[in-house]
């Protein structure tokens, strides 16, 4: 056997790490350009509240700051995410403090529209002022989330490591190594690559995200595990979808999902259960489907403990493009999510 691969695992986790250029936050999801326009209007809607008159006064006063303050906020958020990979390459103090001048620059701006139509005196200084705290609450609320995001994926890479050189999942797939040795040894030493690709995954240090391509290989390698341990017990279909493979998702988070396939469905069935993985790209989306067989008169046990660190880590990733779902139909299980292409 070639034991190369185990090796330069080791190796890759030697070498320090050199920190790669990122954004401390981030403002290009959908989701996030949508709470910044609804934070924005919730800000004037309040602020038009400071005035005159009854409720048509302050529908006035919303419409007209809403025309200048709306167009500041897409404003930032354009150039803002447009000029993130130039800003990724600052230290994050920088990043922040020039995305809070940007936003005293948009203020004027939207400053500028008020007095193209006839608000005199132009508030130049309150305007100004007021693109800067809000681009700053902003900056701070997306970096609070980026920080929340980083425990969550240690957490989860923990996790996966544990789940995987758990004893008796090692010592099941050893017992089947060594029962082959004699009788097939090219089938045993095809096992120990798939166990030690299992561990390179785990161990090597990664981002928080992979291709869908990688996930899929990753899935593979433990399925080729299960097949030599349950047999004809367990049936896996795969439907992968080439257009689908260079999909951004989350760094271990398909394996989970076939290993719940594998537990709930195959182990405690004597006849043994079908598990099929799907990837499909429909437009500018990818859908991801992991279905398998549970036994008659069973629901599914467990206490979601995978599903949920998977869902969380989807949300985190792609936010409100994320969609993850379950369903128990007609003795199936099905994992449904969706990504951006």
Known sequence: MDDSKLLSAFQELS?????KPRMVFDVCHPGVMLRAVLFVEAVVSVGALFGPGGWQAWLQRLALLSGAALPGTLLWVVCTCGASRVLARLSPAVQQAVAVAWGALCGTFSCVLLAMVGVRPAPWAAVTLSGALVAAVMVAALVLRDKGRMPAETSARLAELQARIRP??????????????????????????????????????????????????????????EQVRFGERLRVEWAIDPE???????????????????????????????VKVTTQRRGSVVVIKVTNTVPAGQGRP????????VRDRLRLLHDVQAQFR???????????????A
């Open 15 to 19: 070498r320090p790490a050199m920190p």
């Open 302 to 309: 467990g206490h979601g403990v995978a599903l949920d660190n």
């Open 168 to 225: 008796h999942f090692l010592f099941n797939t050893l017992n089947s190594a060594i029962a082959l040795v004699r009788d097939d040894p090219v089938k045993a030493e095809a096992l120990l690559e798939d166990l030690s690709e299992l561990f390179r995954h785990a161990l090597v240090a990664k981002t928080d995200a992979a291709t869908l391509a990688e996930e899929v290989q990753v899935a593979r390698h433990y399925l080729d595990i």
């Open 244 to 274: 689908a493979g260079r999909a951004k998702v989350p760094a271990l988070f398909l394996q989970p999902l076939v290993e719940n396939a594998v537990k709930h469905g195959v182990e405690p069935s004597p006849t043994g259960a079908d």
């Open 326 to 340: 379950t369903a128990l139909i007609d003795g199936r299980y099905q994992v449904r999510m969706e990504v951006p």
